[in-house]
């Protein structure tokens, strides 16, 4: 079965550090591109950081630029997000996702697996 199991969340100061990780099953794993979003109490799910499947490319979110690094170990089957310079705005509940498509008669197929989330709360 497909598991996306994010694991890293927690209580961490202003200025502070963490670094998620998402342990993928079940599919294959180095033809998905991974992304991390967030989402706040009363606040719409945001894309924070997104990796290509061979680890080639990256793309960030304004708000995280040159404080957030997301990275892949595909031999693992694990996406990293490294969150340095914490905020409070920072704070939500960060899901891990995957994408990938397959071919079809009519054209693509897109598939989509999210993971159940890891709680990320950054206050003194």
């Known amino acids: 079965q497909v598991q996306l199991v994010e694991s890293g969340g927690g209580l961490v100061q202003p200025g502070g550090s963490l670094r998620l990780s998402c342990a993928a099953s079940?599919?294959?794993?180095?033809?998905?591109?991974m992304s991390w979003y967030r989402q706040a109490p009363g606040k719409e799910r945001e894309l924070v950081a997104r990796?290509?499947?061979?680890?080639?490319?990256?793309n960030y979110a304004d708000f995280v630029k040159g404080r957030f690094t997301i990275s892949r170990d595909n031999a693992e089957n694990t996406v990293y997000l490294q969150m340095n310079s914490l905020k409070s705005e920072d704070t939500g509940e960060y899901y891990c996702?995957?994408?990938?498509?397959?071919?079809?008669?009519?054209?693509?197929?897109?598939?989509?697996?999210w993971g159940q989330g890891t709680q990320v709360t950054v206050s003194s």
């Open positions: 990796i290509t499947s061979s680890g080639g490319s990256t």
């Open positions: 996702n995957a994408m990938g498509r397959g071919k079809t008669f009519w054209g693509s197929r897109t598939y989509n697996y």
């Open positions: 079940g599919f294959t794993f180095s033809t998905y591109d």
